[in-house]
């Protein structure tokens, strides 16, 4: 048992823990004996933790899926720099089927099949040795973790202020470790399964619908985006093109926009929860109402029409319509779909309600990192793209190539919502409103795809766009300054901490749960009794 303990701690210490110590050499400024001392600490410490851990007839149980589960952790860090923090591992336990397979390829099953289950494999068949009696099981296990604790004594003794210094100012580091997926899948599984859900909490019971000058009820069309980062968006200043279809529709683009996390587990019930991402409790969240529900205490029909994967319990409250792909084989296959198909039948979804509407867009959006099945071939605008899930192996204009395809897919998608929307402008006063949850990495500083831990995101992950477009007559039926809303969207700075407050204003809901500072469009108001006003000198108003 000694051996095996001392052989899995070496190969946890070497080889699946490899990104943190090229990390920590990076961070010592290439010294290298921090390159061959980590090891040896991470090493020591495992056998410490594995001679705990090591208990009869449990022992394999234990690290036969550790060690897969770690291989396969081990390819996400080498291939995209993923960390497995508590964040992580909510979206993977959060993430459909479908979306998962999209990793899968010939380099994820290599590391599985070769660094995970052969090892897997060879743990099973091996015959574990103990003592002869408990009390000499404990003493050679006891002496084992002398040695190790002796050796980890040792090198702090030498450097310890240099590992200190390098750990106090990258705390995120320990999120590094393989497998510290382990212990996170332990506290999410507690967290969701094993704790008691807190009470329900109802939010803004008092909403009322603000007066429009022209008593038409409102339909609003809300697209939530999947993935989209604010820096390659042609409305933001990004130098390519990325939304031909909506350029000459009006959308006002807000062009410094953070968002609440980098995945779309943590980020979409923070988005939409009166939270700020400061203060932000999950467990709060969805068990409390959000600002679709507020809204919808103030009679208005909601309707959440699904295409990522889930919607991570927003929509709890009121209809919801999740596509099936067997419905639409023309725009779906091997369950993925084309986010065209969230169009399908929509005059018969807003047609069954005369009344205020919100109808609620889930797309897939621009989501790795399969991006080219994201959008129709015929729809694709920038070639050579990167059509494989391995996309390492890609160069970086194929990479930038295929996603920037997925944003001027979304884009296509956003525009023939809009003229959907317009036909209805004589019954209806009509809206749009488009927002991300999260950014993407597309290998800058070598981070591929979402989920890194918030505190070292980069810009690409946390910086989204977000749009509105006011349809005809709209900005004046609800006493809306368009001029001073395009002017906060090109100078000043948000976040997903305003869109609670901001969705109930630009749709009209007056809420006691509605903060005024937080809420883009309450400075740009008008009241309804100045429309008259403004009527002469907007050409919109009708």
């Known amino acids: 048992m000694v051996f095996l303990i001392t052989l899995l701690s070496i190969y946890y210490g070497f080889v699946f823990n490899y990104p943190i110590i090229d990390k920590i050499y990076i961070l010592s400024d290439n010294q290298s004996v921090f390159y061959f001392l980590s090891p040896l600490v991470l090493t020591f410490a495992f056998i410490i933790i594995f001679s705990i851990l090591a208990l009869p007839y449990l022992f394999k149980a234990i690290q036969i899926p550790l060690l897969i589960t770690s291989a396969l952790a081990f390819y996400a860090s080498i291939k995209y720099n993923v960390m497995f923090d508590y964040s992580m591992i909510e979206n993977i336990f959060e993430t459909d089927t479908g979306e998962a397979f999209t990793y899968i390829n010939f380099g994820s099953i290599s590391y599985f099949i070769f660094l995970g289950l052969l090892p897997a494999l060879i743990v099973f068949k091996t015959k574990i040795t103990y003592a002869k009696s408990i009390t000499r099981e404990i003493i050679n296990r006891l002496l084992l973790v002398i040695v190790a604790v002796v050796g980890i004594l040792f090198i702090a003794f030498f450097y310890y202020k240099d590992y200190a210094s390098i750990g106090r100012n990258n705390s995120y580091l320990n999120k590094m470790i393989n497998p510290a997926h382990a212990y996170n899948s332990y506290k999410y599984l507690k967290i969701t399964y094993l704790t008691k859900e807190l009470a329900y909490k109802k939010i803004g019971q008092d909403a009322s619908l603000e007066n429009s000058s022209n008593d038409k009820p409102t339909l609003m069309i809300l697209v939530v985006g999947e993935t989209a980062r604010s820096q390659n968006i042609f409305y933001n200043g990004y130098a390519r093109n990325t939304n031909p279809h909506t350029q000459d529709m009006g959308i006002i683009s807000f062009q410094d926009v953070s968002s609440c996390g980098t995945a779309t587990a943590h980020s979409l019930p923070c988005m939409f929860s009166n939270m700020n991402r400061s203060n ?263």
């Open 280 to 542: 932000y409790d999950k467990n709060r969240a969805i068990t409390q109402d959000n600002a679709l529900d507020v809204i919808s205490h103030a009679g208005v029909d909601m309707l959440w029409i699904e295409n990522d994967g889930g919607d991570k319990r927003v929509a709890d409250n009121f209809s919801k319509i999740e596509i099936a792909a067997e419905d639409s084989p023309e725009l779906c296959d091997a369950g993925s779909c084309y986010d065209e198909v969230l169009l399908q039948n929509l005059d018969e979804k807003i047609q069954k309600n005369k009344g205020n509407q919100l109808i609620a867009l889930h797309i897939k959006g621009s989501h790795g990192p399969t991006y080219w099945q994201r959008y129709p071939e015929s729809k694709a605008r920038f070639t050579p793209a990167c059509n494989q899930s391995d996309i390492e192996h890609c160069s970086d204009q194929e990479i930038v190539n295929v996603y920037d395809n997925t944003l001027v897919y979304t884009d296509y998608i956003i525009a023939q919502t809009i003229k959907k929307l317009t036909e209805y402008s004589k019954q209806y006063n009509v809206a749009l409103m488009y927002i991300s949850d999260h950014g993407e990495s597309l290998g800058e500083n070598g981070l591929y795809l979402h989920g890194a831990p918030y505190m070292i995101a980069p810009e690409e992950q946390t910086q989204v766009p977000w749009f509105m477009w006011l349809g005809n007559g709209y900005a004046a039926a609800k006493g809306i300054d368009k001029q001073c809303l395009l002017d906060k969207a090109n100078n000043d700075t948000f976040s997903h901490d305003n869109l609670f407050h901001t969705l109930l204003g630009f749709y009209g809901v007056d809420s006691t749960a509605k903060d005024s500072q937080l809420d883009i469009i309450a400075s740009c108001k008008q009241s309804i009794s100045n429309i008259a006003k403004t009527k002469s000198v907007d050409p919109e108003i009708n």
